[in-house]
């Protein structure tokens, strides 16, 4: 999976982040707030990407349904759900609890919502939703089991069957739509088995 980050270099985002800090001791706005925090990232040298321009350049299935997903990274399942069937764009809502709700927010605590994602097909019979399973996060690259939650895996989804992804990414959020890439990797075939069949012990 290949992820297109924002260009900040180390020394470029250190001095910008003393800038944006001290315009937010003056005048604080959300706008700052958010920015500052994406060079706080850089600063720790951690990529950072936009997610819906990630999720936008993922595409779709031929079935509608997207190519990547995200969820928690303590879950076992995700579930998509495509909204706004008119138009060229859809919204997109990865939920790790079948019946969560989502109502308009960004990141919540079981859910995140991607907003106008560019839909290339004119016509056709589309899938509204679907659900496959959350590849593990390797002990290397794993937070504290008391953190996990507060992170999230990025995948690639194999046409949203019950097989495992290759290469995911462990994000964090950082603000709005930016996230920070904290690993990649690529599971291995024995973590991939392993994941296949905990998958079939699922409801």
Sequence with gaps: MILDTLVLPQEDARAR??????????????????IAAGYRAAVRGLPVVMLSEV??????HDNGLP???????????????VEGWAGERRHLVFTDEERTSNRGALVAA???RINGVPFPFTSGRFRSSARTVVPLVPPRH???RRRLHAFHVLWEVDEWTPAPPVDPALL?????????????WDLTPLERAVLTARNRTLP
């Design 17 to 34: 982040l003393r800038e944006y800090e001290q315009a937010i001791k003056l005048e604080r706005s959300e706008e700052d707030v958010a």
């Design 55 to 60: 999720i936008a350049a993922g595409g779709w």
């Design 67 to 81: 190519r990547l997903a995200i969820a928690r990274a303590d879950a076992q399942q995700c579930w998509v759900r």
């Design 110 to 112: 079981h859910s995140i």
């Design 142 to 144: 794993r937070p504290k």
């Design 172 to 184: 964090r959020h950082i603000r709005g739509d930016l996230w920070a890439v904290v690993a990649t």
